[in-house]
Structures are given as structure tokens and as C-alpha cells.
T-cell receptor, first 111, second 114 residues
Framework: QQQVKQSPQSLIVQKGGISIINCAYENTAFDYFPWYQQFPGKGPALLIAIRPDVSEKKEGRFTISFNKSAKQFSLHIMDSQPGDSATYFCAASEGGNKLVFGAGTILRVKS | GAVVSQHPSWVICKSGTSVKIECRSLDFQATTMFWYRQFPKQSLMLMATSNEGSKATYEQGVEKDKFLINHASLTLSTLTVTSAHPEDSSFYIC??????????FGSGTRLTVV
């Protein structure tokens, strides 16, 4: 019930393309869904986050789509750039408690 | 924005010695701090949750006597790896949370035990 399942495990996208990463959860009490970007040797950095009362949130090239009925949310990176190459983690939490992380997606953007 | 400072960024220690890692919230008061461990190409594994002035809550399978967590103030938490062994070598990351804020992560500490 506490798991967040993330796919794909790795992703290769051409420069300028759209990168899409998906996550699914079981716990309907989750109320905060962030996405993090992590570069090697660094801590995760918050990219964008959404709460379940909103179906979509966009910040620059990054968009979260949230489907409450399907218990799924996804990250779209528009106009992907080589600098976006990193590991991306989805996560979820309930009531400000601990974050439950997905397994991560290694994104490589080819120039 | 919220900033969490974690030190040291890397440390090498001899087997059997102890290592302390500090995590500070620089511009906000963190009511809760979290400590994670991350192995190469894997996700973050929560080790423990600590609230200021309270004992830390450890996740199942994490030895509380080996990984000592202190959260003495609203801006500082420390993780001490006691009697470190090579299998404790890992990337340790802290995270701080305050009311009406998300979770801010430190930059991580690479621990190598030789």
C-alpha cells in the first residue's frame, strides 16, 4: 500500500523531444506528489509537485499530469535537453509524513 | 528558497571508527528531518525520521545503536555512524521539512569506510 511504482527504469530521448515518466500508487491517503531530479553525487532537487485537487500543473518545460481515479501521475519534460540527463524520482506522502519514493528513471537526452 | 546544508560532502574513515554527518536548515526551521541512504543506481531508502527534541523513529531493519540521530534544534540534525564497517559505505542524504513547505534535501555525504 505504501509503494510507488515508477516506469520506465531508463529512457533515451532525442534532444527537443518529450520525456515521459509514469508513476502509480495505491494509498489513496497520499496528498502530495513531488518529482525530484538527481545528478550523480548530489542530493535530489525538487522539480515540481502537485496535490490531488489539481489534474495538471506546469512549470516551464515540466508538467505533472495527475489522474486521481487511476491513481497515477506522470512527468512530462518538453523540449528535452542534454542538460536534463539525470535520474528522476517520483514520490508521495501523506499528511507531511515521510516521502515514499519510486525506483527512479535514468534519463539520457541525446544531442 | 529553502536551503539545507549537509557536511561533509565526502568522508573516508577507517573501519571501527565513528563518523558524524551534519544537516542544517539555513533559512527555515525544520520541524522534521529525515535521513536516507542511497546505494548506486538505487532509490533513496529512508533510515529514520526525527522531530526536534524527540527521539528518532527508525525504519524497520535500521540499527538505531549504529546510526545515532540527534535533532537538538530546529535547524540542526546529525547522523553518527558508529563503529563503521565497509558495508556502511554509501551515500547518505538528509531532508528537512517545515510547515507549509515541501521537503528540501541536502547535497548528500559520500561515506567510504576502508
Amino acid at each position: 500500500q505504501q509503494q510507488v511504482k515508477q516506469s520506465p527504469q531508463s529512457l533515451i530521448v532525442q534532444k527537443g523531444g518529450i520525456s515521459i515518466i509514469n508513476c502509480a500508487y495505491e494509498n489513496t491517503a497520499f496528498d502530495y506528489f513531488p518529482w525530484y531530479q538527481q545528478f550523480p553525487g548530489k542530493g535530489p532537487a525538487l522539480l515540481i509537485a502537485i496535490r490531488p485537487d489539481v489534474s495538471e500543473k506546469k512549470e516551464g518545460r515540466f508538467t505533472i499530469s495527475f489522474n486521481k481515479s487511476a491513481k497515477q501521475f506522470s512527468l512530462h519534460i518538453m523540449d528535452s535537453q542534454p542538460g536534463d540527463s539525470a535520474t528522476y524520482f517520483c514520490a508521495a506522502s501523506e499528511g507531511g509524513n515521510k516521502l515514499v519514493f519510486g525506483a527512479g528513471t535514468i534519463l539520457r537526452v541525446k544531442s | 528558497g529553502a536551503v539545507v546544508s549537509q557536511h561533509p560532502s565526502w568522508v573516508i574513515c577507517k573501519s571501527g571508527t565513528s563518523v558524524k554527518i551534519e544537516c542544517r536548515s539555513l533559512d527555515f526551521q525544520a520541524t522534521t528531518m529525515f535521513w536516507y541512504r542511497q546505494f548506486p543506481k538505487q532509490s533513496l531508502m529512508l533510515m529514520a525520521t526525527s522531530n526536534e527534541g524527540s527521539k528518532a523513529t527508525y525504519e524497520q531493519g535500521v540499527e538505531k545503536d549504529k546510526f545515532l540521530i540527534n535533532h537538538a534544534s530546529l535547524t540542526l540534525s546529525t547522523l553518527t555512524v558508529t563503529s563503521a564497517h565497509p558495508e556502511d559505505s554509501s551515500f547518505y542524504i538528509c531532508s528537512a521539512r517545515a510547515a507549509l513547505r515541501g521537503y528540501t534535501f541536502g547535497s548528500g555525504t559520500r561515506l567510504t569506510v576502508v
